[in-house]
C-alpha cells in the first residue's frame, strides 16, 4: 500500500530528529476513528473552522442542525467563569449528506468557524515550549507546530468529536433507545455521590460545574473559582453511564467493547486514565464480593449488580455501561515555571491567554460523544454480523 510511518534518524543540528518514511509499515491514520461508523476530525484552534466528516451513517435517519447545536452549546467555552473566556458560538453547519431533514447515506461534513481567534496571545511563545503541553512533541515528531493556541491539540479539535458524536447519539436513540449520561464525579478530592441508574442530563446540566450532587457541586465551585484566581488548574473525574444497550457489543479478544472505549476516552486531550465498573478499587476486593450474579427478569437475563460495567469479555451484557475517565490539572496556568526554547536555553515561562482553570465541566459532553462514536461503530458492526448469520440460516445454539 506504500504505507510509511516516521522515525527519527540523523540529527539536523537543532534539537529536533530528522524524521524519514519508514517502508512497508501500517499507516496511522491519527484523525480518523471507526471502522463502519467513521469519522475523521479536522482542524486547528485558531485556523478558520474546526469540524468532521462523518461516513458510514445510514440513510433515512431524520436530523436536524439544531441537534448537533444543542451538544456543541453543552461543549462551548465562556459558559461560565468557571471555563475559558474565548467567546465562540460554535454555529454548526452540515454542508453535506443531509437532504430534507434526513441523512443521504453519504459523507456527513460539519463545519464550524473559529469566531474568536486570538493568536497574539501566543506570540511571546512561538519559540518556547509550555510545560505538560503538546508543544514539544508535536514539533519533535512532525518538526513544523502551529504555536497559535496549541494547534491541533487544542481541546478546539473536540468540537468535531461532539459535532459526530450528537449523530451517533441520534442514532442509537433512534434505533436503540440507547441514553448517555455523562457527569462530574470528582474535582481534585472532592467526590460526587451519584446514582448511575437515575441521573439525568437536564439535572447535570443545571449546575455550571455539571455536577448532578449540589452539596459536592457547590464546594467544587468554589474550588475552581479559587484556583482560577490563584492562575492554577485542578483535575478531576467524568463518569458516564449508558443506559439501554443490547447485549452483544463488541469483541472477544483485540476489540474488547472496554478496550475500545478505554481507547477512545485516552484519546482526549488531557485525559490521564479509564475505569470501567468498578475500575481500580474493584481489584481490591474478592472475587464473591466482585462478581454480578445472573438473575431472570421478566424474560431477560441480567446481573444482580454491576461491578462490570455493563461489559463481560469484551461484549455488552445489556447493563449500563459504567465508565470513569480521568482528566489530568489544565496544563497552561497563570505561574512561572521553567521550561526551555526550541534552541535548548533555560527559560522560564508565565503563560498568558484564555484557559480552563478546570476541564471537567467542558469535558462531559466529549465524553459522551466519545461513548456514542464507539458504540455507534461496534452497534452497525454487530448489526452486519447478526444479519448475515441470520441470511447463513444456521439456528442459534
Ligand atoms: C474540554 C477541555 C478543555 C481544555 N482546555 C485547555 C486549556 O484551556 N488550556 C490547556 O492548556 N489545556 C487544555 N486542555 C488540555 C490540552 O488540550 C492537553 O492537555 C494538551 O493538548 C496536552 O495533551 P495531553 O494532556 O493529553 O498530554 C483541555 C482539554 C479538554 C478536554
Redesign the pocket.
Same mark, same amino acid.
Request: no cysteine; glycine share 4%.
Given at each position: 500500500m506504500g504505507d510509511t510511518l516516521c522515525r527519527g534518524g540523523r540529527d539536523t543540528g537543532g534539537m529536533l530528529p530528522y524524521r524519514q518514511p519508514l517502508p512497508g509499515r501500517r499507516r496511522v491514520l491519527g484523525s480518523s476513528t471507526g471502522t463502519l461508523f467513521r469519522v475523521t476530525t479536522w482542524g486547528e484552534s485558531h485556523g478558520p473552522s474546526v469540524g468532521a466528516v462523518v461516513d458510514g451513517c445510514p440513510p433515512r435517519l431524520a436530523l436536524t442542525e439544531e441537534e448537533i447545536q444543542a451538544q456543541l452549546d453543552r461543549?462551548r467555552p465562556g459558559q461560565s467563569r468557571l471555563t475559558?473566556q474565548r467567546r465562540e458560538k460554535d454555529r454548526v453547519r452540515i454542508l453535506s449528506g443531509l437532504f430534507e431533514g434526513r441523512t443521504l447515506g453519504t459523507p456527513i461534513l460539519l463545519l464550524v468557524e473559529n469566531e474568536d481567534a486570538k493568536a497574539g496571545a501566543y506570540e511571546p511563545f512561538r519559540d518556547l515550549y509550555?510545560p /505538560?503541553?503538546?508543544d514539544y512533541?508535536v514539533e519533535a515528531k512532525y518538526g513544523i507546530r502551529d504555536w497559535r493556541g496549541?494547534g491541533r491539540? /487544542?481541546?478546539r479539535e473536540?468540537v468535531g468529536r461532539v459535532a459526530a458524536g450528537a449523530i451517533a447519539e441520534k442514532l442509537l436513540a433512534a434505533a436503540l433507545g440507547v441514553e448517555i449520561v455523562g457527569w462530574v464525579a470528582r474535582v481534585a478530592d472532592i467526590e460526587a455521590v451519584v446514582d448511575p441508574v437515575r441521573v439525568r442530563r437536564d439535572v447535570v446540566d443545571a449546575d455550571p460545574t455539571r455536577c448532578p450532587d449540589p452539596e459536592a457541586a457547590k464546594r467544587i465551585a468554589e474550588r475552581i473559582d479559587a484556583i482560577r484566581r490563584e492562575g492554577d488548574?485542578l483535575g478531576g473525574v467524568v463518569e458516564l453511564a449508558v443506559r439501554g444497550l443490547p447485549p452483544g457489543l463488541g469483541q472477544p479478544v483485540f476489540e474488547k467493547l472496554d478496550a475500545a472505549l478505554a481507547g477512545a476516552m485516552m484519546g482526549?486531550?488531557?485525559?490521564?486514565g479509564v475505569e470501567i465498573g468498578s475500575g481500580f478499587e474493584g481489584t481490591t476486593w474478592t472475587g464473591s464480593r466482585h462478581n454480578d450474579p445472573f438473575v431472570p427478569a421478566g424474560g431477560r437475563i441480567r446481573t444482580a449488580s454491576n461491578h462490570s460495567g455493563g461489559i463481560q469479555g469484551g461484549i455488552s451484557n445489556g447493563e449500563p455501561l459504567r465508565v470513569r475517565v480521568g482528566?489530568?490539572p489544565?496544563?497552561?496556568i497563570r505561574k512561572e515555571q521553567a521550561t526551555v526554547d526550541r534552541a535548548g536555553n533555560a527559560r522560564s515561562l508565565e503563560?498568558t491567554g484564555?484557559?480552563?482553570p478546570c476541564?471537567l465541566p467542558?469535558?462531559v459532553p466529549?465524553v459522551e460523544a466519545m461513548a456514542a462514536l464507539v458504540l455507534a461503530d461496534h452497534w452497525l458492526r454487530q448489526l452486519a454480523l447478526s444479519v448475515a448469520a441470520d441470511r447463513i440460516g444456521g439456528p442459534a445454539r
Open positions: 461543549r475559558t509550555r /505538560s503541553h503538546a512533541t496549541g491539540a /487544542s481541546a473536540t488548574s482526549l486531550p488531557a485525559a490521564k482528566f489530568k489544565t496544563a497552561t503563560a484564555r484557559h480552563d476541564v467542558r469535558a466529549i
